[in-house]
């Protein structure tokens, strides 16, 4: 018969990638740090792989716990659903989240969906800004979660969402084949703003921003309009919309990653049931994008 995995265990790995170390992720779990290393010990034999490698000094996951992570992370946060179901004494308090415009249409629905259901008397305090703003509430302690774009120069928060970054125009339009570019994108502080921008001028392709806007709706009627062309992830393609590649003349554009960057000097349990909540859901949304783009 196959062992089961060890929740506990389970909690205590979560909590090392998301310190960043053993010793800060013993605190967090109320363990000494030979107690936890001897149970990443007991995980490793239990899942039969190595899951930790030697990173100088430091330790980083192996390619089996970059794997492993993803079912850890869901196991615990089913365990807490499972239990605070049953609990007489439920979550209950206010949790502080921001997200940019663009990532709440997409994405809020099911996160709050989910939440709600398991977490009825708690309030959920939610602002759309810029992903640069967010950072600063996070670290001003105006904030308890954030869903940001990750960005090289930028490298905070767990990247818990990969996808296609893609140029898009409208099915109807042909804004696309104009000699200057015309574009709908996000304000001067937006990531994607800047990469399609770098894109063009490399390509040699001219263009003029013609719409701007941090509000995911103002660009996206522009481009239904066929007035733009902008660039946005996979999973904000509406219909109407058309995705745009090499064979059209415009050059490739990296992946976007989504991150969760949490206040960890105020983390209470019920912000992070709620940022359990985040990442089952983005993880959830992935079987719905090909319908989407499909349309």
Not at 54 to 83: F, P, Q, W
Not at 104 to 119: D, T, V
Request: proline share 5%; aromatic share 6%; net charge negative.
């Amino acid at each position: 018969m196959t062992a089961l995995l060890d929740v506990d265990q389970l909690r205590t790995f979560v909590a090392i990638v998301d310190t960043g170390s053993f010793t800060r992720a013993a605190d967090v779990v109320f363990k000494t740090q030979s107690a936890v290393s001897m149970q990443m010990k007991r995980l490793e034999e239990r899942v039969g792989r190595p899951i930790f490698a030697r990173d100088g000094r430091g330790t980083k996951l192996t390619e089996d716990g970059e794997r492993l992570l993803d079912y850890a992370r869901r196991i615990v946060h089913l365990s807490r659903e499972a239990v605070s179901a049953f609990e007489d004494d439920a979550l209950t308090g206010r949790v502080r989240l921001g997200v940019p415009d663009d990532y709440a249409e997409r994405y809020l629905p099911e996160i709050l969906a989910r939440f709600s259901r398991s977490n009825p008397r708690v309030e959920v305090s939610v602002i759309c800004e810029p992903t640069s703003h967010l950072v600063q509430f996070v670290e001003r302690d105006e904030l308890d979660l954030a869903i940001i774009t990750h960005a090289a120069r930028r490298p905070v928060g767990e990247i818990i969402r990969q996808e296609p970054l893609l140029w898009v125009t409208s099915q109807r339009g042909l804004a696309h084949e104009e000699a200057v570019l015309p574009l709908a994108l996000g304000t001067a502080v937006c990531e994607w703003r800047e990469t399609a921008m770098a894109q063009l001028e490399a390509a040699g392709r001219p263009s003029r921003v013609l719409y701007s806007s941090c509000n995911f709706t103002a660009v996206g009627s522009a481009v239904l309009a066929g007035l733009a062309v902008s660039v946005l992830p996979e999973s904000a393609l509406r219909p109407g919309m058309r995705v745009l590649g090499q064979a059209d003349g415009f050059p490739p554009l990296p992946t976007c990653k989504i991150a969760l960057l949490r206040n960890v000097g105020s983390l209470t349990e019920t912000a992070q049931a709620l940022a359990d909540h985040i990442v089952a859901s983005l993880d959830n949304l992935t079987a719905g994008l090909e319908s989407v783009a499909a349309e």
